[in-house]
């Protein structure tokens, strides 16, 4: 390699270094998961009828964690497959729309436990309680 190759390289390292750590400084994680990415796994859980990927969802620290088994989940998402229609995000709080296999607007709201990652792995989220309009469902 030349000197100016060098140098070249040089000066591209310090630039992504750098940047790297604006970002990490300013509190952004360099991978991460969004809420709406939680409750996406979730809802996918649900439809795939999926007892692990669910529980993977929740916040362990919930009192309904080791009860909410698949008939729990069945009982409240009965019209499977679902999909997310409309989410309105306030903080840890989101409000979903989900809209059924029969056309049905099923609305819920998710309450989230903010997990802090790694600086590798960033902020994930997991779900700490969900209400629908007839009372708590989970918490």
């Known amino acids: 390699m030349n000197k100016k190759n060098t ?19 300013a509190g952004c994680s360099l991978t991460g998961e969004t809420i709406r990415d939680r409750i996406d796994k979730f809802i996918t859980a649900i439809n795939n009828q999926d ?15 080791n009860t909410a088994d698949l008939n729990f989940w069945n009982h409240y998402f009965n019209n499977i497959p679902y999909t997310i229609a ?4 306030s903080g840890n709080t989101a409000t979903v729309h ?5 056309g049905s607007d099923l609305p819920m709201v998710f309450e ?3 997990n802090q990652g790694t600086l590798l792995s ?10 629908s309009s007839s009372g708590t469902i989970f918490e």
């Open 7 to 25: 140098l070249k390289t040089s000066t591209a390292l310090r630039w992504i270094a750098l940047l790297l750590a604006a970002a990490l400084f």
């Open 86 to 89: 409309n989410l309105y995000q």
């Open 112 to 114: 989230m436990t903010e």
């Open 98 to 102: 989900f809209s059924g296999s029969n």
């Open 51 to 65: 007892p692990q990927g669910i529980k993977d969802c929740l916040d362990p620290s919930a009192a309904s964690y």
């Open 122 to 131: 960033g902020t994930t989220y997991s779900i700490r309680r969900i209400t």
